[in-house]
Nanobody, 117 residues
Framework: VQLQASGGGLVQAGGSLRLSCTSS????????MGWYRRPPGKEREMVAL???????NYADSVKGRFTISRDTIANTVYLQMNNLKPEDTAVYYC????????????WGQGTQVTVSS
């Protein structure tokens, strides 16, 4: 499985970006797809997850500002990021998980998001 992430960039605080993650396999085959990020000097953290059934989970820090969605025809998951803050600066990684119990995780290559104040 290959996950190709894109859409990162430099934006001013209050601006918006949309990240895309295209899978080489049908996204319906995964239990979850989502986004994680690694801020400078910090550990990787979950940003947003979406289950195949449609349930979503967001980090408290992005609730109300970020939205995860998907296009099953394009096998793509999106992360719409609005009202960006400097603390959103990070490398964002696309993730896909499959299995039961112990998941098998697949990762995209990461895309840099930098928010200037």
């Amino acid at each position: 499985v290959q996950l190709q992430a894109s859409g990162g960039g430099l934006v001013q605080a209050g601006g918006s970006l949309r990240l895309s993650c295209t899978s080489s396999r049908s996204i319906n085959s995964f239990n979850f797809m989502g986004w994680y990020r690694r801020p400078p000097g910090k550990e990787r953290e979950m940003v947003a997850l979406r289950s195949t059934g449609g349930g979503t989970n967001y980090a408290d820090s992005v609730k109300g500002r970020f939205t995860i969605s998907r296009d099953t025809i394009a096998n793509t998951v999106y992360l719409q990021m609005n009202n960006l803050k400097p603390e959103d600066t990070a490398v964002y990684y696309c993730n896909a998980a499959e299995g039961s119990g112990a998941f098998t995780n697949y990762w995209g290559q990461g895309t840099q998001v930098t928010v200037s104040s």
